[in-house]
T-cell receptor, first 116, second 111 residues
Framework: SAVISQKPSRDICQRGTSLTIQCQVDSQVTMMFWYRQQPGQSLTLIATANQGSEATYESGFVIDKFPISRPNLTFSTLTVSNMSPEDSSIYLC?????????????FGPGTRLTVL | EDKVVQSPLSLVVHEGDTVTLNCSYEVTNFRSLLWYKQEKKAPTFLFMLTSSGIEKKSGRLSSILDKKELFSILNITATQTGDSAVYLCAVDNQAGTALIFGKGTTLSVSS
């Protein structure tokens, strides 16, 4: 499986500020995704990060609030903009298509965000 | 609409018990079903199932898929406190898209 790292692992931010989360994979992957998991809830897909083009957002998520970059096949960033306490969640980077098991999807260690 | 339903939502057992977690699904163009264990932040991969009737095993954990009845079960035998976690079921419905997750089953194992 791919080794996925995320930075930061956790952060406490003030309302109205923005935070950029980085996701780095140790090998080229076909697909990269960003999920959110609010307290006590299951995983919710925010968007698919597309290499070299705009991300594909799920219903309820917009680019202005969650801009995403994916400059190459091993790296992506998610920015949480103009944060409010409702954005307090765990944010997870996930990858698929690592070569050995195309359908297997793996997760990074997550970023725990608290907005005051 | 594609969906994945897990049951029960939560479960409390004693160490040594055997548990069965359920996952049913309704998806178009089914490709595979995956099980994950989530303890703190990140889900860790357990199994991927693509064919009916073939049991996957890893230690005390095993899982099987029934593509006719559209469900899967995850069994854990001789449970330990370290098995306490949220178990997530997800379905892959086609290449190029993210998995569809159920809400998870929260398992608590008491000593």
């Amino acid at each position: 499986s791919a080794v996925i790292s995320q930075k930061p692992s956790r952060d406490i931010c003030q309302r109205g500020t923005s935070l950029t989360i980085q996701c780095q994979v140790d090998s080229q992957v076909t697909m990269m995704f960003w999920y959110r998991q609010q307290p006590g809830q299951s995983l919710t897909l925010i968007a698919t990060a597309n290499q070299g083009s705009e991300a594909t957002y799920e219903s309820g998520f917009v680019i202005d609030k969650f801009p995403i970059s994916r400059p190459n096949l091993t790296f992506s960033t998610l920015t949480v903009s103009n944060m409010s306490p409702e954005d307090s969640s765990i944010y997870l980077c996930s990858v698929k298509g690592t070569g050995r098991g195309y359908n297997e999807q793996f997760f990074g260690p997550g970023t725990r965000l608290t907005v005051l | 609409e594609d969906k994945v339903v897990q049951s029960p939502l939560s479960l409390v057992v004693h160490e040594g018990d055997t548990v069965t977690l359920n996952c049913s699904y309704e998806v178009t163009n089914f490709r595979s079903l995956l099980w994950y264990k989530q303890e703190k932040k990140a889900p860790t991969f357990l199994f991927m199932l693509t064919s009916s009737g073939i049991e996957k095993k890893s230690g005390r954990l095993s899982s099987i898929l029934d593509k006719k009845e559209l469900f899967s079960i995850l069994n854990i035998t001789a449970t330990q406190t370290g098995d306490s976690a949220v178990y997530l079921c997800a379905v892959d419905n086609q290449a190029g898209t993210a998995l569809i997750f159920g809400k998870g089953t929260t398992l608590s194992v008491s000593s």
